[in-house]
């Protein structure tokens, strides 16, 4: 099949080719957007990572598409219906790191509860060998929320009971047995809000996820609370988040994803505002850019996922992905509606 992907680097290109030298790769620097101009009648498979978006726009540019390959575990960036309409099977990569995000929650977590980019600011930056303002807290012995109990969130709790924390998680499916085997409890959305020390989220995103975290549901908070997010940015109202700091409701966050941070360019100076200029949007990049500048706020640009073993285990993953629909035998399907 031809097959266009979309890299992020260069060595993935030798990558994946050898892995499926039966198939034609036409290679182009991610993202999708950059390429405009780009259209193919013949290609099959359209692989992409994250920062692409596809939608029916995009579907238009190769009439014969067959398949989508995610480079990913979250499809948000996919219009899946429209990809069914079409009769484009979506393709993802279900499992490649769930140690890999979960030790990036616990380091934001170790990084806020212990002021790591403080101290750090007031050695490198500062001079100063001071400890004054930067006394933190210990996480054995608080309790910790977990939005989402998948591979990635059984990750984090295992490694928070390593900790001595104490845990309550939120999943609409609660997995038989789990809770007692890993010494947690399920609770209430509104229990966990209530009890919870630290929230950290690793649910997907979709239309009943989509703001879990939002201006209603702020007066539920435990005062104080910590926020961790490293699953997807539109799980969190950014301007709810905003005001959650603002107001002491949200002690700190740790932050590696973004809503709408696909618009979040390169260089301090380079603010992108998106084609749909709806009110909404620019206020919630403006209080994207707050976020980043706020004291108590610690962001990474959606970099959870990005260990060299994580990173190859994608490759691999997509790899079979593209060879088994070939032989007619798809897997790691995503559905519409998922």
Do not use: C
């Not at 499809?75 to 030790?103: M, W």
């Not at 101290?119 to 608080?142: C, I, N, P, T, V």
């Not at 549901?217 to 905003?242: H, Q, W």
């Amino acid at each position: 099949m031809r097959v266009i992907y979309f890299y992020n680097e260069e060595w993935e290109k030798g990558f994946i080719a050898k892995k499926l030298p039966e198939h034609q790769f036409v290679f182009y620097a991610a993202p999708i957007e950059a390429h405009l101009d780009v259209r193919d009648a013949d290609a099959e498979v359209l692989s992409i990572f994250v920062k692409t978006r596809v939608d029916g726009a995009v579907m238009d540019r190769f009439p014969r598409l067959k398949l989508i390959a995610a480079r990913s575990t979250g499809f948000d960036h996919i219009d899946v219906a429209e990809a069914a309409r079409r009769g484009i099977t979506v393709v993802s990569v279900p499992a490649y790191g769930e140690n890999t995000v979960a030790e990036f929650a616990l380091a934001l977590m170790l990084a806020l509860s212990r002021k790591i980019r403080d101290a750090s600011h007031r050695m490198y930056d500062e001079h100063l060998f001071s400890q004054e303002g930067l006394r933190g807290f210990d996480l054995k012995g608080k309790v910790l929320g977990v939005i989402g109990t998948g591979r990635i969130g059984q990750q984090v709790i295992k490694m928070a009971r390593g900790f001595d924390m104490n845990v309550v998680a939120n999943d609409p499916f609660p997995k038989d047995g789990i809770d007692g085997a890993l010494g947690f409890s399920y609770v209430s959305l509104d229990d966990l809000f209530s009890q919870a020390d630290v929230i950290t989220l690793h649910a997907p995103h979709n239309e009943h996820t989509h703001h879990i975290i939002n201006k209603n549901t702020l007066p539920k908070l435990k005062r104080g609370v910590y926020i961790v997010n490293t699953a997807r940015g539109g799980l969190i109202e950014t301007l709810a988040l905003v005001r959650g700091l603002d107001e002491g409701i949200i002690g700190a966050a740790g932050l590696d994803v973004f809503e709408l941070e696909e618009y979040l360019g390169a260089g301090e100076k380079n603010v992108l505002i998106p084609d749909e200029t709806a009110p909404e949007n620019v206020r919630t990049l403006l209080g994207n850019h707050y976020l980043i500048e706020h004291p108590r706020v610690i962001v990474t640009p959606h970099n959870a996922f990005n260990t060299l073993e994580a990173v190859e285990r994608i490759l691999d993953t997509t790899a079979e992905n593209i060879r088994s629909f070939a032989a007619g035998t798809p897997q790691n399907i995503v559905n519409v509606g998922s």
